[in-house]
């Protein structure tokens, strides 16, 4: 069987990323240049100094991780990119960058829709999965319960209906003091609380069982603090995180778990920034294990963005014959399932 060899480059948000992948699971090279540092200064991502950023680094990357994969532009078999959803200017660099470089070697063009990207990140390290299973999309943008019906066909069957899970953990996170990006930091500081110490909110939403809201349990959270500044108590903030966390980890799971009995599916992947979570993970394989789901989710460094993911979805999209021409633009609200808006 020929090697086919997929370049992915990835920029909608504050990771520069590109990556070279053999036969839509064997990573080559998974270069990612992040941004961190620089927003943090400012307690999150800001678009104009992300574009600004991706412009100085991507052709850097692109390069890196060509050597790395010890390959040439033109041992490459086709570019995939994200094309949304994400931040306009900043998808845009990856975009205009996977386009000149398509046009230059004379090679196809594969637009990738972003959250794809994170669900094909389980393809990495699982060569078992393989589509219909249900999957728990959390990152900092997007909370969804997505129905992988083919590599290429998604039935979005639950989201949020205010903020992401990640969105949330930021949030929480700089109310008590962590810092940007909250995630990781509210992960290795809970791990010091007592988890049942707060009760938090578990929001449901009526009349939609299968979708989520976390703007109650980040308001709970604010107004704890309000309450404690206000009779003179100090906050233990291992507590709070860790009893934050367990308020979201108990939602995403038991929603989970319940659409997965419902729809008959068996395995269930995670995936996106969240997916890194310790205690998602934990939770979701006891849960899992109870109901008889068989559970899959990538390593942190595949769950939160990088470019292997895109490349391995764009290497299902290029099988299939799915190509984009030139005109291909960045679509910074594209919908889940849908090609071009
Ligand atoms: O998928 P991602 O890298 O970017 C988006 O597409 O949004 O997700 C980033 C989100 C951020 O909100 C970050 O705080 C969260 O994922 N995150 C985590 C963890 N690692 C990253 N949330 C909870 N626990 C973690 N260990
Ligand atoms: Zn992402």
């Known amino acids: 069987m020929k090697e086919i060899l997929i370049l992915g480059i990835e920029s909608s948000c504050d990771e520069t990323a590109a990556a070279v992948v053999k036969n ?6 998974n270069v990612i240049s992040s941004q961190i540092d620089i927003h943090a200064l400012y307690g999150g991502v800001v678009p104009e100094i992300a574009s600004r950023r991706h412009i100085e680094k991507i052709n850097q990357v692109i390069e890196e991780a060509l050597l790395q994969a010890q390959v040439d532009l033109a041992d490459i078999d086709a570019v995939s990119v994200t094309y949304g959803p994400g931040l306009v200017g900043a998808l845009l660099v990856g975009v205009g960058a996977a386009k000149a470089l398509a046009y230059a070697a004379g090679k196809p063009l594969v637009g990738v829709h972003h959250i794809e990207g ?3 990140a389980n393809y990495i390290e699982h060569p078992d999965l393989e589509p219909p299973f249900l999957c728990l999309v959390v990152s900092g943008g997007h909370t969804h319960l997505v129905q992988v019906k083919e590599y290429g066909t998604f039935e979005v069957i ?6 992401a ?3 949330a953990f930021d949030k929480v996170a700089r109310a008590i003091g962590l810092g940007y990006p909250g995630g990781p930091k509210i992960d290795k500081t809970a791990k010091e609380g007592d988890a049942n110490a707060i009760e938090f909110p578990r929001a449901k939403i009526a009349g939609s069982e299968f979708d989520f809201s976390f703007s109650g349990v980040k308001s709970a959270v604010l107004n704890y603090l309000n309450q404690c500044e206000m009779k003179g108590q100090k906050v233990n903030t291992a507590d709070v995180a860790a009893s934050f966390q367990k308020a979201v980890v108990d939602v995403l799971v038991s929603r989970a778990v319940a659409a997965a009995q419902k729809l008959g ?4 992947a995670v995936a996106g920034g969240v997916a890194a979570n310790s205690s998602l993970r934990k939770t979701m394989q006891e849960e899992c ?3 008889g789901i068989a559970l899959y989710y990538p390593s942190p460094v595949f769950c939160t963005d990088n470019a292997a993911m895109i490349a391995v979805q764009g290497y299902h999209e290029y099988m299939s014959g799915r190509r984009d021409g030139l005109e291909l633009n960045a679509v ?3 919908k889940i399932g849908l090609r071009m808006e």
């Open 332 to 334: 910074p609200n594209l």
């Open 265 to 268: 599916e068996k395995r269930i």
């Open 158 to 163: 639950g989201c949020t209906h205010d903020d």
């Open 289 to 291: 294990g109870k109901a």
């Open 118 to 120: 994170h669900i094909a």
């Open 24 to 29: 839509g699971c064997e990573v080559l090279s």
């Open 165 to 167: 899970a990640g969105e």
